[in-house]
């Protein structure tokens, strides 16, 4: 549930203290090996129950892990997960407060004025919040966004100079992590080309994300047909036919997690009496969606208008459409 804060601190995202009821969600979402998974699980309790005694050790750990890979592919959805799992693992020791930066809340340059924000919410936003709870969870989705801005930087600026400020803030992500050994940082990318070296070899995980294997697209597609086999249960037999899943599968390769979930609803949009009834889905649908790479396209033949499409409504369902604007306007 989010805290009902006054306002967030500039930068803060949203405040979520865990675990929370609807936040399993997440973790079961995101189809990965399971190995993954459980090396996530690990670095994260070992972070979160042991991070201090093991600060002690010489160079260990810095409580940062990176999340790398192409868009779509379940980074930022399972870091958010892996918060709420953590929580539940740690439950009997006290709440988790999971606290998201959005780094695009930083406009303009690196330099001056945007970068002390980005310095305050390191250094002392985040450390008054992990004061609040045992367990703290901080999430920087696309921490690159940070790094990208060198090369937008303006030309007039001195590029060096685009440089510094940009390894400051990723050094300061490293020092706040390192100042507050308890604390995991989760940080994700798009482009880790774009993320300063020095960063990365001190992360103590950097786990690569890939495209799904035709074999994930399938698992991907059936959990998102067992979805809405909840909600129309006339489904269901959709689900058995493994060999017909897998031909769709086959149809998106080299797709992301996202686009293979929004396949399903782009095929539930291919036919009006489908968009109605969502329980007529067929297997054609999916397999139109799939040739139209989920797109939409009205090609051929003039589209028919509205009233041949809708010839039925009822005039008492018609709303005067003049009666919102009156309002707007005044
Ligand atoms: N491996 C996957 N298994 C199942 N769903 C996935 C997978 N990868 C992505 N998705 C779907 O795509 C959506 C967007 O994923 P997201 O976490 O925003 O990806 P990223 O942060 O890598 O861009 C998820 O909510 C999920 O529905
Ligand atoms: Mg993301």
């Known amino acids: ?57 010489a160079g260990l750990p810095h409580g940062l892990v990176v999340l790398a890979g192409p868009p779509g592919t379940g980074k930022t959805t399972l870091a958010r997960g892996l918060a709420q799992v953590a929580a539940l693992a740690l439950a009997r020791d006290g709440a988790t407060t999971l606290v998201e930066i959005n780094p695009h809340a930083f406009p303009s340059d690196m330099l001056g004025e945007s970068q002390r924000n980005i310095m305050r919410l390191l250094q002392d936003t985040i450390p008054e919040i992990a004061a609040r709870r045992p367990f703290t969870v901080v999430l920087i989705d696309e921490v690159e966004s940070f790094a990208v801005r060198r090369s937008t930087a303006s030309f007039d600026t001195n590029p060096v100079d685009v440089h510094r400020a940009t390894d400051a803030v990723m050094l300061g992500i490293d020092e706040v992590a390192r100042k507050l050994p308890a604390v995991l940082f989760v940080t994700t990318t798009n482009f880790i080309e774009a993320i300063d070296e020095a960063f990365l070899s001190r992360a103590d995980l950097v786990m690569h994300f890939a495209l799904p294997d035709q074999a994930t697209i399938a698992r991907i597609l059936d959990a998102s047909l067992a979805e809405l086999a909840v909600q129309w249960p006339g489904l269901r037999p959709l689900l058995k036919s493994t060999g017909e899943i897998a031909e ?50 009205w090609a051929g033949a003039a589209a028919p208008s509205s009233k041949e499409l809708f010839p039925d409504v009822p005039r008492e369902l018609m709303h005067d459409h003049d009666h919102g604007h009156d309002h707007e306007r005044s």
Not at 27 to 56: F, M, N, S, Y
């Open 248 to 297: 769709i599968a086959a149809l998106c390769g080299g797709w992301n997690g996202r686009q293979v979930r929004k396949l399903v609803l782009a095929a539930l949009a291919q036919r009006l009496e489908v968009a109605r009834n969502p329980a007529l889905l067929s297997f054609d649908d999916l397999r139109e969606a799939a040739r139209k790479r989920g797109g939409v396209e």
């Open 1 to 57: 549930m989010a805290a009902s804060v006054p306002a967030l601190p500039p930068g803060v995202l949203s405040l979520h203290v865990l675990p929370a009821e609807h936040h399993d969600r997440d973790w079961d979402a995101i189809i990965v090996p399971a190995a993954v998974k459980e090396r996530l699980l690990g670095q994260a309790l070992l972070t979160l129950k042991h991070g201090r005694k093991l600060a002690q050790l």
